[in-house]
């Protein structure tokens, strides 16, 4: 079980995020996974009982691409079934660890769930965008609609 308190890290390319414990989250690793090998956004699949939930494989500005240096896939809670990033690397990381500073991104919305990030981490000479998990969420349906 997941601890409220902590961050996951994702890791796209050269660029870390940031997403909240509280989205509720499946680790998946890559061979456990079905690779698509043919057209579409999705790069992987996760087989839930018969039903697939896509990953989306992204570039470092949430792009969707086809690389095949990702190791594992989170997959997101959502409705009608989970959604997922294809990641280089993943690490839980504790509040304590972090500071985040929330702030509200400037313009127009990109989700009809809000805008994808709620606040950033900066660290050293670093900063860590931080999703906000319901527009991340609709940010990746969107992908698989797009399809």
Same mark, same amino acid.
């Given at each position: 079980?997941?601890?409220?308190? $902590? @961050?996951?890290?994702? $890791?796209?390319?050269?660029? =870390?995020?940031?997403? =909240? =414990?509280?989205?509720? @989250?499946?680790?998946? $690793?890559?061979?456990?996974? *079905?690779?698509?090998?043919?057209?579409?956004?999705?790069?992987?699949?996760?087989?839930?009982?018969?039903?697939?939930?896509?990953? @989306?494989?992204?570039?470092?500005?949430?792009?969707?691409?086809?690389?095949?240096?990702?190791?594992?896939? %989170? #997959?997101?809670?959502?409705?009608?079934?989970?959604?997922? *990033?294809? %990641?280089?690397?993943?690490? /839980?990381? =504790?509040?304590?660890?972090?500071? *985040?500073?929330? @702030?509200?991104?400037?313009? /127009?919305?990109?989700?009809? $769930?809000?805008? /994808?990030?709620?606040?950033?981490?900066?660290?050293?000479?670093?900063?860590? /965008?931080? #999703?906000?998990p319901k527009a991340f969420v609709a940010y990746l349906q969107s992908?698989?609609?797009?399809?």
């Amino acid at each position: 079980m997941v601890d409220p308190n $902590q @961050f996951l890290r994702l $890791q796209l390319g050269k660029v =870390s995020y940031l997403l =909240s =414990s509280i989205a509720g @989250f499946t680790i998946e $690793q890559r061979e456990s996974l *079905i690779t698509n090998k043919s057209a579409g956004n999705a790069v992987a699949w996760r087989d839930v009982r018969g039903k697939r939930w896509p990953a @989306f494989c992204l570039d470092s500005d949430l792009r969707v691409v086809h690389h095949q240096n990702w190791h594992r896939a %989170v #997959f997101l809670e959502a409705i009608p079934h989970a959604v997922g *990033i294809a %990641v280089d690397e993943v690490q /839980l990381l =504790s509040r304590t660890e972090t500071v *985040i500073s929330p @702030f509200t991104p400037i313009g /127009l919305a990109p989700t009809r $769930q809000g805008h /994808l990030f709620s606040g950033a981490w900066v660290t050293g000479n670093r900063v860590v /965008l931080v #999703f906000e998990p319901k527009a991340f969420v609709a940010y990746l349906q969107s992908l698989e609609d797009a399809a």
